[in-house]
């Protein structure tokens, strides 16, 4: 049996048995919901469904509903594909990266942050596929053989390269958080009563047994799973980030972007994550498995990453003015100084400034502190990705063509709608999935729970 | 009468010295159920480690192989285009941008391979019905299934004093 370090704080906390692990986690599929999910249900899906009908007026009208212009020709539609692509980082690196480190504290918060990631990427899918503004040719970007000669899309293209980062990231992702489903839907599964849940548990578990050499499967699964998923995050994000490096834009144009979009990705998922699960660990009763201890350790990832990031705005500003290019430096000082600046101070203020606060541990470990600076970040990056994009747009190498950015109520519509979509999403997870990854959380039970680490 | 005799125990360190008891004695055990991975069980019931890590790694190498004939034949072979003048005569010259969609299959189809394969191998599929001898073995109990064609050589009563001794919480058959 293995055992910890007494210093190191419990990640279970209370009197838990095996036992009480499955029931604490399955108390919310098997009950009724309350009052308070109705109410937050009902008004996400009313978002979703003004989000849904902007989508489908974008489909119809074209994007000329939007408020682009010839000048900002890319606007809300690729910030809002990067925030939540950046949003859907968090979970993959939670189960993959920190199963590599075999930090046991993920394994209270894998499986939510591996459904937030989900839902963020298909929020972010949806962008590119409605910015072609003919949906229906979305097949196009597959090297399908076709009447055209046969004529290919180009991989030299980092859109294309796009294509397949996402389509990967999200496809693997699925299935690494499926393998870690399958398990768990069969304790539910053995435990229904009502035949309608135990004939639909039956299938999602697929018919798992849990006997001696499956979970020897498993475990080996999931390493390999995360030894691949752990480059693919690093990777799909640097290759969004490459969607504007390898341009030639003032401002887009930097060496600098796949590693500071990265920590950026890292950042927002991990601050989507806290806020998400903070109101969780209260709704659902979990307080004894998402301690303060796990929201003190994304606080750290969140001002290490946070830190990243601001490192790597200061030296954008620097090699702007120290190259002696005067389209990057202008592109720089307009940023900060330009029509949009209150944009950029948003960005700096949020990403850089509050979340330093963290450096302190009272803050650290409170939560209602973690929850509003979570927020904060979340603005802050949505912001970054506005700045990026816009101020690097909006003013033209000639002058008489510079512009702003309006966006319409279709912009706003669809931008608010995918934030709904998102939070119908999770909550219809938090009622039917398990919300914790609870038999792995038993594996550690016996060297990370407050009643058996008081034993030794 | 039934195939199989069970023991099922409530703490999975007590079903591990079961487990190691039970051998002593010459009985052979066929399977052993549980709610999470039980570490250290499969040098006690003498299972080998899975290979799947070698499928995982054959199907990333056909699709490495796959993604660099692919944009060979698109981009060098069929319909070469100049494209901001980058190269492209030969697969070498272009090869640095065809990397990141290189990498991507290879972990496409490396991951969902292997997944694949776990999920044949382990029976688990749609439409698939569990086989756990106990519901409680995916909760808080561990079960040790004993065959009765494997251990011909021994009567019920032989097994069933020898499983008493282990302390499990029930005995049944099925």
Request: include cysteine; proline fraction near 4%; glycine fraction near 6%.
């Amino acid at each position: 049996m293995q055992r910890e370090s007494a210093i190191r704080e419990p990640l279970i906390l209370g009197d838990k048995s095996y036992h009480d692990i499955t029931e604490d986690v399955c108390a919310p599929v098997e009950g009724k919901a309350n009052k308070y999910w109705y109410i937050v249900f009902s008004i996400s899906v009313m978002v979703a469904l003004w989000g849904v009908g902007c989508i489908l007026y974008t489909i119809g009208r074209g994007i000329g509903t939007w408020g682009l212009n010839t000048t900002v020709d890319w606007a809300w539609d690729i910030t809002n594909f990067v925030w939540w692509v950046g949003i859907g980082h968090a979970g993959t690196l939670i189960s993959a990266v920190l199963l590599l480190f075999r930090q046991k504290w993920r394994m209270a918060i894998n499986r939510s942050a591996e459904a937030m990631t989900i839902f963020a990427v298909i929020m972010a899918a949806l962008f590119p596929g409605i910015h072609m503004g003919r949906i229906w040719m979305a097949y196009w970007v597959f090297p399908l053989p076709n009447q055209f000669g046969s004529l290919w899309v180009n991989f030299n293209s980092p859109l294309l390269w796009d294509v397949f980062a996402i389509s990967t990231y999200f496809s693997v992702s699925l299935v690494f958080w499926y393998i870690g489903l399958i398990p768990d839907f069969a304790t539910i599964r053995d435990r229904a009563v009502k035949p309608i849940s135990k004939m639909a548990y039956s299938v999602l578990s697929f018919g798992w047994t849990g006997n001696a050499k499956a979970w020897i499967r498993f475990e080996e699964v999931s390493l390999v799973l995360a030894g691949l998923a752990t480059p693919l995050v690093f990777s799909v994000h640097s290759i969004v980030s490459m969607d504007f490096a390898t341009s030639v834009i003032p401002g887009w144009h930097t060496t600098i972007f796949p590693p500071y979009f990265v920590a950026g990705a890292i950042f927002s998922g991990f601050a989507m994550v806290q806020t998400l699960l903070l109101i969780a660990r209260k709704v659902l009763s979990l307080e004894s498995y998402i301690t303060v201890q796990h929201a003190e350790y994304m606080n750290i990832v969140i001002v290490i990453t946070g830190s990243m990031v601001g490192v790597a705005y200061l030296s954008e500003l620097f090699i702007s003015w120290y190259s002696g290019v005067e389209y990057e430096g202008y592109a720089f000082m307009n940023r900060a100084t330009g029509p949009y600046w209150w944009a950029y101070w948003s960005m700096m203020t949020c990403n850089v400034i509050t979340p330093q606060l963290f450096w302190f541990k009272k803050i650290r470990r409170s939560l209602i502190a973690s929850f509003v600076l979570s927020i904060f970040v979340n603005i802050g990056m949505w912001f970054e990705r506005f700045v990026i994009i816009v101020t690097s747009l909006h003013r033209d190498y000639i002058p008489s063509s510079w512009s702003m950015f309006h966006p319409t109520f279709v912009d706003i519509g669809i931008f608010l709608g995918t934030i709904g979509i998102f939070f119908t999403l999770f909550l219809l997870f938090s009622r039917f999935f398990p919300v914790l990854a609870l038999n792995e959380l038993k594996s550690i039970l016996k060297s990370s729970g407050e009643n058996y680490k008081k034993q030794h | 009468m039934s195939k199989a005799i069970y023991a099922l125990y409530n703490d999975d360190e007590v079903m591990v010295d079961g487990a190691k008891s039970i051998l002593s004695k010459n009985i052979r055990i066929k399977d052993v159920y549980s709610p999470f991975p039980v570490h250290g069980l499969e040098n006690v019931l003498g299972i080998k480690w899975t290979r799947l890590a070698i499928t995982a790694f054959l199907y990333g190498l056909t699709a490495l192989t796959l993604a660099l004939i692919g944009m060979w034949f698109f981009m060098i072979q069929d319909w070469p285009m100049n494209i901001g003048g980058k190269p492209n005569d030969f697969l070498y010259q272009n090869l640095p941008a065809f990397i990141p969609i290189t990498f991507e299959f290879t972990v496409l189809c490396a991951a969902h391979g292997m997944a694949i394969t776990y999920l044949i191998r382990n029976k688990t599929l749609p439409g698939m019905k569990a086989r756990n001898p106990h519901p409680r073995t995916t909760d808080d109990h561990f079960c040790i299934e004993i065959d009765r064609a494997e251990n011909a050589g021994m009567s019920d009563d032989e097994i069933r004093t020898v499983l008493q001794e282990t302390n499990p919480v029930e005995i049944f058959e099925k």
